[in-house]
């Protein structure tokens, strides 16, 4: 069976990436959405794209209030205002949830029907407008995937929503935009990154394309995360991470993700916990659960990462490069969900639907060994035996 490998049409990073990208954007007069959040509005980052537009007198219009994990409403409000101002493409400068929120506008300003349609869709009839995303974390990797997470508000649960026509045409790396984000979102979506990487390695939809991104996005993660968290003013470390998060969303848009995905998304959706760290403390119950589906990838990980040492068995690899997954969460205190403040009653009394929900997504059926909703009650179960 012939291996199929998507991404961005177009990656433009370093100096004079900004200018450069007129060339690849619409031209006059087709009018931009711009996306992005309060508070790249307050602090003025957006003005990294707007002076360039109005220079090359481009017009565009801002909607600056993606402050939260995306949902259904948020898209619609979006999709109005994209209509009432007669835009024609789309521009996202954010977090995942901005470039999520772009993903799903776009493909209703230009298909009929609401998001919750379009759950478990691979395709559509009609093209979506040019979207450009612009990466503000060292992230989600939504950048450079053919999917994107809403929440349906009525149904409380997060839809993973996947086509190619999702992919967004042009991507914009700039580095340089992460430096200010503090050390929670650092690490949530630092963390993220490394799971991403993870989970396509570990996917039985892995091919060798993507391996190649995933080790890659790992080793430079394993290096540069706790350096970021001691010192976020490490600009070196900080442009690192910006390329280990491209690298695991291209990873994972071939290959996909497994359990801790699929397991992490009914937590966030019912107790409002940030994706990436509702991941990050699902990791390790996870990781020793699909060791023994993959033990000669885990070794190869410990060995990229120099936990292994000379001499070790597989096996021995393997819990080496566990306890380092361990010391990782460790050092960038990760919290239990009891430390975050959710209650182990009311997380029991979910634990059903929330297995229910994963399995659901499609994301756990994934892994090298089948796995049942027992499996991840258990897991969820064990998250409170620390």
């Not at 009525?154 to 992919?167: A, C, D, P």
């Not at 442009?239 to 993700?257: C, D, K, R, T, Y």
């Amino acid at each position: 069976m012939a291996h199929t490998f998507i991404m961005p049409e177009m990656i433009l990073s370093g100096r004079d990436a900004v200018q450069q990208s007129m060339g690849y954007m619409p031209g006059p007069p087709e009018k931009a959405l711009l996306l992005t959040s309060a508070h790249h509005v307050e602090y003025g980052h957006v003005e990294v794209i707007t002076e360039v537009l109005e220079r090359e007198g481009r017009t565009y219009c801002i909607y600056g209030q993606i402050n939260q994990e995306p949902t259904d409403s948020m898209v619609e409000e979006v999709i109005r205002l994209y209509q009432e101002e007669q835009c024609s493409y789309f521009i996202a400068l954010g977090g995942g949830s901005v470039i999520d929120v772009m993903k799903a506008a776009a493909l209703l300003v230009s298909n009929p029907g609401s998001i919750a349609d379009y759950a478990g869709k691979k395709k559509v009839s009609n093209p979506l407008p040019f979207m450009a995303a612009v990466p503000t974390t060292a992230g989600t990797g939504s950048e450079a995937t053919q999917f994107t997470i809403i929440t349906d508000t009525k149904r409380n649960i997060k839809m993973l929503i996947g086509m190619k026509e999702l992919m967004p045409k042009l991507v914009l790396l700039m580095p340089e935009l992460t430096y200010t984000v503090p050390r929670e979102v650092t690490v949530s979506t630092g963390m993220d990154s490394l799971i991403h990487a993870l989970e396509a390695f570990l996917s039985k939809k892995a091919q060798p394309m993507s391996d190649s991104f995933a080790v890659s996005a790992v080793k430079r993660i394993f290096q540069n995360l706790p350096i970021v968290y001691s010192d976020g003013a490490d600009h070196a470390a900080r442009n690192e991470m910006a390329f280990a998060a491209l690298e695991a969303g291209i990873a994972f848009n071939n290959s996909s993700v497994t359990l801790i995905h699929g397991m992490s998304r009914p937590i966030g959706a019912l107790f409002h916990i940030p994706h990436g760290l509702s991941n990050a403390m699902l990791l390790q119950e996870c990781l020793y659960f699909m060791a023994d589906s993959a033990p000669d990838r885990l070794a190869a990980l410990s060995e990229a990462v120099h936990a292994a040492e000379n001499g070790m068995s597989e096996k021995e690899k393997v819990e080496a490069f566990l306890k380092k997954i361990s010391a990782l969460c460790g050092f960038c205190a990760i919290p239990t969900l009891e430390e975050y403040g959710v209650g182990r009653e009311e997380f029991m009394r979910q634990a059903d639907k929330m297995a229910e929900d994963a399995l659901a997504s499609g994301s756990p059926q994934n892994l090298r060994k089948n796995i049942e909703k027992k499996d991840i009650i258990s897991i969820y179960q064990k998250l409170w035996q620390k």
